[in-house]
């Protein structure tokens, strides 16, 4: 087969397409080995769709496929026997050349991605032809960590949805991106941002916020699908954040905390509640049967300096459930008490089951760690069931951050795992995550709050002269062990897809994008973008024909090559 004629939108030339230098075999097209997918015209977001997006194959729904954030797409057109033939059907090329982190959303042939700086594309999924582009118009305050990020949309009814770096949710006409309706989530002077997609579920789009190495004070919210009115805020920090005053993680390591000299400055200088931190970097997952919502929150401020914020800083570094209705609490767990190591909780839960402490099938949910580990969580009750085997190396994790040049720790302030969302083939009881090795020095240093401006009380910094590098790891949840692991040679930030095809899909700082077999992480094919391809992967199909999309922008966290390509691929 010779390369055909792949769609190209945005202005690029089948000359740059070639220079991407694409990998793909030639031969006859292979035969499809099961379509595994419904064909409708169901052109709006209806709660019913909604519901039963982990079972269509036809959308890709929400940014991590559904309410279980699974990231299991169900077509098995493209698979282990046939992906050497994956090619690009098209590429566009956004207006913003800058980290992209967008998970690309699919509704009846018609995708919406989003670029850094907050721009929405809405584009033909067959073809990459543009159908509109809406550039939201940022304020003068945009207070941000880790690049300008955007992380996708919400779709719902006949409206996209869109959080903003200055926190605002903004709501847009699906057909023409004319702007409907813009609320006020928080005051971006303050330290707020918004780098998450929005999550839209029975009538509400619910958010979280950044901000954690501001001083602010974290939340989810949930506002009024049609009118952006706020319905209900539930504070990540409590009132009352002391905890237990634990002295190990939830794995039994010894934090190192002087629980005398945290009592004592809590005597003095009261809760640290109104500047805690506490942001929440990525979608909660929802139990619809339970009517609850689960999410993780980030590191406590500052993130190094424990001295201002005695306690167990709650509920910084947990798991968090509360009920979808009302907002109301209904149970934590803390993986790290007093984090003062910046191994917040990021990548965003996943809800599956799995087996208990006694063998029995329980609903469990599901969190990839800085730390290294894969936690399995009680839905129930939020407690751990259990942690996985170290999916990264574990050197000096708890050691205390020091004046000067400070201690080297591993994995590093980046994990771990990252924000990078897991995905799950439950048919395996596989989750599969990507992991860095990024070895770092932690250097303490005190600061009184600088009134939403950045605090980190200290800084962390690569140690140059070691080695980097990232896995793809396969976890059974059912054991905590590690089925599979493949070394990368750079570290991993941006997310994976699993489908039913027995493949995963995830990219890489160097450009590179790949298929492994979900069973054995054997790699069957590879694709070099051009530019780092740091965001998570999409699937869907259109008029029969299975496609697989991520953008390859690079991304300012692991600072790897910038561009601003969507690259959607098929089998002809």
């Known amino acids: 087969m010779s390369i055909g004629n792949p769609r ?59 309410y279980t954030q699974k990231r299991y797409f169900p077509n098995r057109q493209i ?39 907050d721009h929405v594309y809405a584009l033909d999924a067959r073809t990459g032809a543009e159908l509109w582009h809406y550039k939201q118009p940022l304020g003068p305050i ?17 409206m996209v949805y869109l959080a903003t770096l200055d926190s605002k949710l903004v709501a847009l006409d699906a057909k023409t991106g004319k702007l409907a309706w813009q609320s006020d989530i928080a005051d971006p002077e303050l330290g707020y941002s918004e780098t998450m997609a929005p999550t839209a579920v029975d009538g509400k789009i619910l958010i979280g ?31 009352n954040t002391v905890g237990v005053w634990a002295t190990k993680d939830a794995t039994g390591q010894d934090l190192h905390r002087d629980i005398a000299a945290e009592k004592a400055a809590l005597a003095k200088l009261g809760d640290p509640a109104k500047t805690l931190g506490g942001g929440v970097w990525q979608n909660p997952s929802v139990d619809l049967a339970n ?65 208990n402490e006694t063998g029995a099938t329980v609903p469990a949910v599901l969190h990839a760690g800085k730390t290294g580990f894969v936690y399995v969580n009680d839905r129930k009750d ?32 980046n994990g771990g795992v990252e924000w990078s969302p897991m995905a799950v083939d439950p048919t395996l009881n596989l989750a599969y995550a990507i992991n860095l090795h990024q070895p770092m020095h932690y250097m303490v240093k005190s600061a009184a709050y600088p009134d939403g401006k950045l605090w980190l009380g200290g800084a962390f910094t690569v140690i140059p002269e070691e080695e980097q590098w990232g896995n793809v ?61 740091n965001a998570p992967p999409s699937g869907y199909t259109v008029e029969g024909r299975e496609y697989i999309v991520v953008g390859a922008g690079g991304n300012a966290q692991v600072d790897a090559k910038r561009g601003n390509n969507i690259i959607a691929f098929t089998l002809d």
């Open 8 to 66: 190209i939108s945005g202005g690029v030339a089948l000359a740059a397409l070639l220079a991407l230098g694409a990998s793909w075999a030639t031969g006859a097209r292979a035969d499809e080995v099961n379509r595994g997918t419904l064909y409708g015209n169901m052109t709006t977001a209806t709660q019913d769709l909604l519901n039963h997006a982990g079972q269509d194959a036809n959308n890709f729904l929400m940014t991590n496929g559904d």
């Open 79 to 117: 698979n282990t026997m046939n992906v050497r033939h994956l090619h690009p059907a098209w590429i566009f090329q956004t207006e913003v050349k800058e980290t992209q982190e967008t998970s690309p959303i699919v509704i009846d042939g018609v995708m919406y991605v989003t670029t850094a700086f």
């Open 142 to 158: 945009t207070t941000y960590c880790c690049g300008p990020n955007n992380r996708g949309v919400a779709v719902y009814g006949n």
């Open 209 to 239: 916020t950044n901000g954690g190495e501001y001083g602010i004070r974290g939340f989810v919210k949930a506002f009024d699908a049609k009118t952006g009115k706020l319905i209900w805020t539930f504070s990540t920090i409590p009132d």
């Open 291 to 355: 009517r609850r919502i689960y999410f993780v929150v980030g590191n406590p401020s500052p993130d190094l300096d424990g001295a201002p914020r005695p306690g167990d800083n709650l509920y910084t570094d947990s798991l968090v459930a509360v009920d979808l209705d009302t907002g109301k609490y209904v149970c934590h767990f803390q993986y790290v008490p007093h984090d003062v190591w910046d191994l917040d909780a990021t990548s965003p839960t996943v809800l599956a089951d799995a087996k």
């Open 382 to 413: 939020c407690h751990l069931i259990r942690f996985s085997e170290a999916m990264v190396p574990q050197e000096n994790m708890f050691a205390l951050p020091t004046p000067g040049v400070g201690t080297r720790m591993l994995p590093g302030a």
């Open 473 to 533: 790891t396969a976890v059974d949840y059912n054991t905590g062990k590690i089925r599979w692991q493949v070394k990368t040679a750079q570290p991993m930030i941006g997310g994976i897809l699993a489908t039913a095809g027995g493949l995963v899909f995830t990219g890489e700082s160097n450009g590179f994008f790949k298929a492994y077999d979900s069973s054995s992480g054997a790699e069957l094919w590879r694709f070099q973008a051009g530019a780092g391809v």
